[in-house]
T-cell receptor, first 114, second 111 residues
Framework: KQEVTQIPAALSVPEGENLVLNCSFT??????LQWFRQDPGKGLTSLLL?????REQTSGRLNASLDKSSGRSTLYIAASQPGDSATYLC?????????????FGKGTKLSVKP | DAGITQSPRYKITETGRQVTLMCHQT?????MFWYRQDLGHGLRLIYY???????DKGEVPDGYVVSRSKTENFPLTLESATRSQTSVYFC??????????FGPGTRLTVT
C-alpha cells in the first residue's frame, strides 16, 4: 500500500530564507506527483504537477523535483515571504490500475516570520 | 469562471439524519472525487467517479453514498450521519489523469 510521508511536520523560517520541503513515497510506480498549498480554513491550491517521466517543474519561486527511483520529491521555495505561510501537501497518483485518486502526505506547516 | 463549487460551506446536523453535500464543476472534467480531511489522518479518498454513471470506492467509503447522473455534479450523501463523520469534505475534479483541482470544502459537524 502506497504511503506518503512529509518531514518535517512544521517548519519556521525567517523571511528571505530559501527552504526545502521533503516528500517521500514507498512505491515508486507512480503516475505523477502534485504539490498543493492549503491556507487555514481553505481548500487546496495546486502548485506544481510533475509527471513520472519528468525530473522537475518550476513556477516562479517554486521548484519541485522528483526522484522516482528513491521515492522522493522536494519542493524548493526561494526567497521566502510571510505570504508563503501555509500548509504544503504532496500527493502521488498511482500508476497501474487505479484510475486517478491521489494519496496524500499529512503536510508540512510552514511559517515565514517577518 | 466558477470552476468547482461546493455547497453548503458549513453544515450542522444531528446524528441519524441524512445530509447531502453538493459539488459542481464547470470544466466538464471526466473525473470527480470526494475526500475528507481530519486532524491526524490528512486527506482520505471517500469515492471517485471516472465519468457520469461510473463511481468507485476509495479508502473510507462506509456510511457514504454517491451518484453522478450528470458530468458536472457529484453529490455525496451521508445516509445516517454519525459523529465520526464530523470532518471537512473536499470535492475535486480532473481531466483524465491530470492535475486535480479542489473545491473550497464543506465543514460538517454532526452533533
Amino acid at each position: 500500500k502506497q504511503e506518503v510521508t512529509q518531514i518535517p511536520a512544521a517548519l519556521s523560517v525567517p523571511e528571505g530564507e530559501n527552504l526545502v520541503l521533503n516528500c517521500s513515497f514507498t512505491d515508486s510506480a507512480i503516475y505523477n506527483l502534485q504539490w498543493f498549498r492549503q491556507d487555514p480554513g481553505k481548500g487546496l491550491t495546486s502548485l506544481l504537477l510533475i509527471q513520472s517521466s519528468q525530473r522537475e517543474q518550476t513556477s516562479g519561486r517554486l521548484n519541485a523535483s522528483l526522484d522516482k527511483s528513491s521515492g522522493r520529491s522536494t519542493l524548493y521555495i526561494a526567497a521566502s515571504q510571510p505570504g508563503d505561510s501555509a500548509t504544503y501537501l504532496c500527493a502521488v497518483k498511482e500508476g497501474g490500475g487505479s484510475q486517478g485518486n491521489l494519496i496524500f502526505g499529512k503536510g508540512t506547516k510552514l511559517s515565514v516570520k517577518p | 469562471d466558477a470552476g468547482i463549487t461546493q455547497s453548503p460551506r458549513y453544515k450542522i446536523t444531528e446524528t441519524g439524519r441524512q445530509v447531502t453535500l453538493m459539488c459542481h464543476q464547470t470544466w466538464s472534467h471526466s473525473y470527480m472525487f470526494w475526500y475528507r480531511q481530519d486532524l491526524g489522518h490528512g486527506l482520505r479518498l471517500i469515492y471517485y467517479s471516472a465519468a457520469a454513471d461510473i463511481t468507485d470506492k476509495g479508502e473510507v467509503p462506509d456510511g457514504y453514498v454517491v451518484s453522478r447522473s450528470k458530468t458536472e455534479n457529484f453529490p455525496l450523501t451521508l445516509e445516517s450521519a454519525t459523529r465520526s463523520q464530523t470532518s471537512v469534505y473536499f470535492c475535486a475534479s480532473s481531466a483524465m489523469r491530470d492535475e486535480q483541482y479542489f473545491g473550497p470544502g464543506t465543514r460538517l459537524t454532526v452533533t
